[in-house]
């Protein structure tokens, strides 16, 4: 199931949303220096001749009961969260658009992002709802928490459900990676996951903040991976058809 990762920064600017460059794309998807949260039906609105095209993709986010999927959701969107925890009923989806720049030739893209987010016990209940999550999904996310082994743990059961699904791109997050007092996951066990099971691990913390840099490695790290997954699949249907050319 190993899959080849581009390296951070070998293909958007990773920095971007620092530079100057980028804040008329920015200012684009924040509104008095806080996000502006999009419906289903909304995008952010660029001069005509600034057009910037926008790639649109699902991302499901898989994960035990409590592990902070729901808080994910709403960081990487910059929502805020209820203070008490409620297990999430039925599917819930929250959009998020993050402009970034590509290093080989500086053309800017609008990555939209889908977030679906389905409560763990739900997901049980009604056997149809994980292939509606699957259905047509670029990204799966793998969480869990710093803070309760039994969800690192549980790992290894929530990827072996994505073993068939080869284009997707799968990677695994930490959540309340600030909570160092009662960290139940240390960093060595974080090692050997990721060399066992070839795939990266990111950290967030528990905290939402209205900044973009918080966010930023996470979501550059989800459209530079989304990005190389789509050249890779480009590559390959390229390469068929000039076989098939050859071949007639």
């Known amino acids: ?18 530079c100057k460059d980028s804040k008329e794309y920015f200012n684009k998807i924040l509104h008095k220096k806080r996000r502006k949260h999009f419906g289903l039906l909304e995008s952010p609105v660029m001069p005509p001749q ?20 729901t808080a994910l959701a709403a960081r990487l969107a910059g929502l805020k969260l209820p203070n008490l925890h409620y297990e999430t009923t039925g599917i819930e989806t929250t959009v998020v658009y ?19 987010d389905c409560g763990e016990n739900t997901l049980r209940r009604f056997d149809h709802l994980l292939p509606a999550c699957k259905e047509q999904v670029d990204v799966v996310l793998f969480l869990f928490s710093f803070t309760d082994r039994t969800s690192f743990d549980d790992l290894s059961n929530q990827i072996a ?62 459209a530079e991976n989304l990005w190389h997954q789509d050249c890779v699949t480009a590559g390959s249907a390229n390469h068929r058809s000039q076989q098939e050319k050859d071949q007639t």
């Open 161 to 222: 459900k994505w073993t068939s699904e080869a284009h997707v791109v799968k990677l695994v997050v930490g959540t309340k990676f600030d909570l160092f007092m009662h960290c139940d996951v240390p960093e060595r066990d974080v090692r050997d996951f990721q060399e066992t099971w070839d795939l990266r691990v990111l950290r967030v913390g528990g905290e939402v903040s209205d900044g973009l840099g918080d966010v930023a490695p996470l979501l550059n790290c989800l």
């Open 50 to 69: 600034e057009a910037v095209d926008t790639v649109h993709y699902k991302i499901f986010i898989s994960g035990k009961s409590g592990v902070g999927k």
């Open 98 to 116: 993050w402009p970034v720049k590509l290093r080989e030739n500086g053309r800017v893209l609008f990555f939209r992002l889908q977030l679906w």
């Open 1 to 18: 199931m190993a899959q080849v990762a581009p390296s951070s920064g070998s293909i958007i600017v990773a920095d971007w949303h620092q």
